[in-house]
Structure formats: C-alpha cells, structure tokens
C-alpha cells in the first residue's frame, strides 16, 4: 500500500520540505525556487519543529510523533 503525506489542515499534498539551521547558498537557491522552506536556526527536537509546509493553505506540519502520511 502506497502512503501519501497530505497537510492535516485542508489535506492537500502539495507540500515542501522546511530545512532548519543556518542556511548554505544552496539552501536559500532552493529557497528562493520554491523547493524548501527555510525554518529558522532554531531547533526543539519535538513537535515544534515541524518538517512539511503546505503550499495550499500555508500550514506546518509532521513534527515530532506526528505521522503527515495516509494510505493511498
């Protein structure tokens, strides 16, 4: 079974990454492309530090013990 990661808030899964810490000139090209969001430098290393973001509704999601995916 294929599992699709979708955004808990409208459940769209068009989402991009967000990269925590300081980022390299590659991190801020993609940034600037729309490929990843940049999350600050600031990590918790719980649910606060949540890995997707939602294009759609601009939502963040899937931190720590939080599953972003269902079945497809």
Not at 7 to 26: A, F, K, L
Not at 27 to 56: Q, S, T, V
Request: glycine share 14%; proline share 7%.
């Amino acid at each position: 079974m294929k599992r699709e990661r979708v955004c808990p808030n409208c459940g769209s899964s068009d989402s991009m990454p967000i990269v925590y810490g300081y980022p390299t000139r590659e991190a801020e090209r993609r940034a600037e492309e729309g490929m990843i969001l940049l999350g600050g430098c600031l990590c918790y290393g719980d649910e606060r530090d949540h890995k997707w973001y939602c294009r759609n509704c601009g939502t963040s999601y899937g931190g720590k013990g939080q599953d972003p995916f269902v079945p497809s």
